[in-house]
């Protein structure tokens, strides 16, 4: 059965589907079926896997069309890595779900029909707190925060963060923080720098050990409609995204190895 992690912050541009769809692809090369859900009517993480939105059905004709999540999900040419897609009309079903009953449960009902041909579910959320975010949050084992290398990034984590405290209190008693990932890292700077020690002294083992760094590669590798270990698997965007996944692997005791091994050692000079 299928871990479920949505991919939540209210910010934009922190790198919540960058990190969706390189931890799916990862997760995917090293065995592990996965599917990646795109809740986000930009549809990005869909696009960012090498679809156009219009031309395949997607996660709105789940949600109110009824459609059984197999019609709908499409194989990726990445390993073991599927994704529902995402198109513009999600906007739309919000207003449609709202009359609709259990309306904050419509996406956990469609993602418990798939559960068990996966073993990890990854929600890619759109930055805002619309009745889309709760079903993701409802339907969700646990949240995983990227969090961006800057002073405003901090800002909205309280929020976000309440948020999910009046999810767990209403909707989902059992959604716990998988844990914060700091995106878009760059070591010249100070103030990045500043940001990862102030989140790693408050929030402590919430904080993932492996840093995302700012990566051009990983921008290629999305317009390509590829993930990064299957457009550059030597890239530091890789090798960040491949240690990611072994932190994942560890703190679900999924893997052998030892907290302390990395698959590979960061060259700062890459």
């Not at 960058?18 to 990646?36: A, D």
């Not at 513009?88 to 779900?97: H, W, Y």
């Not at 041909?117 to 646990?142: E, K, M, Q």
Request: aromatic share 6%.
């Amino acid at each position: 059965m299928a871990k479920i992690i949505a991919v939540a912050n209210q910010k934009g541009g922190v790198g919540k589907t960058t990190t969706t769809i390189n931890l799916g692809g990862c997760l995917g090369v090293l065995e592990y079926k996965t599917l990646i859900v795109d809740a986000d009517p930009q549809a990005n993480a869909t696009s960012g896997t090498g679809f156009n939105p219009s031309a395949v059905k997607n996660i709105y004709d789940c949600l109110v069309q009824g459609y059984h999540p197999k019609e709908v999900i499409v194989k990726t040419e990445s390993p073991n890595l599927d994704i529902l897609p995402a198109h513009i009309d999600l906007v739309g079903a919000e207003l449609e779900m709202i009359n609709l009953p259990n309306r904050e449960y419509l996406l956990k009902e469609a993602l418990d029909k798939v559960k068990d041909d996966y073993d990890f579910i990854l929600i890619d959320c759109s930055p805002s707190l619309g009745l889309i975010t709760v079903n993701s949050l409802a339907a969700a084992d646990s949240v995983l925060i990227p969090v961006q290398c800057e002073y405003f990034a901090l800002e909205g984590l309280s929020k976000l963060l309440n948020t999910i405290k009046i999810v767990q209190g209403r909707l989902n008693e059992t959604l716990e923080i998988e844990g914060m990932l700091l995106t878009m890292y760059d070591t010249r700077l100070r103030l990045a720098n500043q940001v990862v020690d102030e989140l790693k002294t408050h929030f402590q083992e919430l904080v993932f050990d492996t840093v995302i760094h700012r990566n051009t590669t990983l921008s290629e590798a999305s317009s390509h409609g590829a993930t990064i270990i299957m457009h550059d698997a030597s890239c530091k965007g890789s090798i960040n995204y491949l240690n990611f996944a072994r932190e994942i692997l560890q703190k679900n005791d999924l893997t052998k190895i030892e907290n302390g091994d990395k698959f590979i050692e960061i060259d700062n000079e890459l």
